[in-house]
């Protein structure tokens, strides 16, 4: 794939109206909505001050959540643009709609080195449609489209790729240096070379094993994503997270890496809990005899201790996904010990995605990690080297 896209070091920004798609997708608290980091805000940072000082008018946008267009005041990007505000130092203008009236007129009467935020995209069935009517309506506001949203370059929606069709894109600083970074990192691999994967978007990230286990020598499967394994294998999984329409793919993966040779480590105790709450009863067991009332939350201390030994030989380590629900204490400890484990590795270590990155944060690892990528599912198809919508539509060098 071809990295060599233009910046906004590249064009002329001063004075220019730009449309800027950032990744502001934050984890929220569950019960609250209050953000629980803001990493993705402060990473947007120095693109967003490049242009502002430049004297461009910036006319932020990101999708929060997955809302499935429909109007959802719980995911609106409001405390958004209220800690952006408070993170830039000045005000941030937010539009109470996307392409209305209300965004229209505040993006038309934006002035030079101000900032304005529209609301959340994925309101609009459009946007993940990658509708060429509604990249037409967001690209009318502005003459520059610049993409800085690393985190959803995977996606070929309307304000990651569709956008590109109707003005000239070029890549922000932090996608440009999220490429630099992890195609360092990632070209020639110092092995063994360790993927470790978990989380709860499961449909979605099962899909990169195939390729995974073409790249890597072991790979890790805890978090919500282990459960369709176990119940592949005909383990009874009670009410965990599963995907039941990839079970043959399941049982495709496990043999693949048998014939390939690639350590496929999989969970074998789980701690199990009676609800998906901070305070439900719970109890380990093994991952394939899970009680029918019960559903996995986190990965068991055998299992800590598997996949912490494979992260302790490893040469580069790529984890995406949490091992467990960590948002909850009595649920965290298979995640803290994942990223204990990735700290004291001595590996190149490259984390990605909201959710893992805030764990790793939270939980003081930081600045033991070579770098925490703002991309969990970007960073895993990168990893695959398969085409990054967000990126192939921008101009070439
Ligand atoms: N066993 C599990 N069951 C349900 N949810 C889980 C489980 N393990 C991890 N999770 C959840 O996965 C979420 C993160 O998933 P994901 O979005 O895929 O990761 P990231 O944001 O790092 O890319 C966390 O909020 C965590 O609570
Ligand atoms: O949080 C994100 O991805 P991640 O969970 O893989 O890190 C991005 O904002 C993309 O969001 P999406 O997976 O709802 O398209």
Redesign the pocket.
Known sequence: MNYNKKTIMDVDVVGKKILLRCDFNV?QDKATGAITSDKRIVAALPTIRYLLERGAAVIACSHLGKPKGQWKESLTLAPVAERLSRLLGQEVIFAKDIVGEDAKSKAAALQGGQIMLLENLRFDPREEKNDPSFAKELASMAELYVSDAFGTVHRAHASTAGVAAFLPAVSGLLVARELEVMGGALDNPKRPFVAVL????VS??INVINNLLDKADTVII???M??TFAKAQGGSIGK??CEDDKLDYARQMITKAQEKGVKLLLPTDTVAATE?AADAESLVVPTDAIPDDM????IGPETVQLFCDAVRGAGTVVW????????FEKFAAGTRAMAQALADSGAVTIV??????A?VEQMGFADRITHISTG??ASLEFLEGKELPGVACLLDK
């Not at 990605?352 to 990155?357: E, K, P, Q």
């Open positions: 984890p978990g989380g709860a978007k979605d990230k805890g978090g919500g282990a459960y965990s997270l998906f559903e996995g939350l986190d995406n996904g949490p091992m467990g629900v960590f948002e990605g995605g909201g959710d893992s990155a764990a969990g599912g």
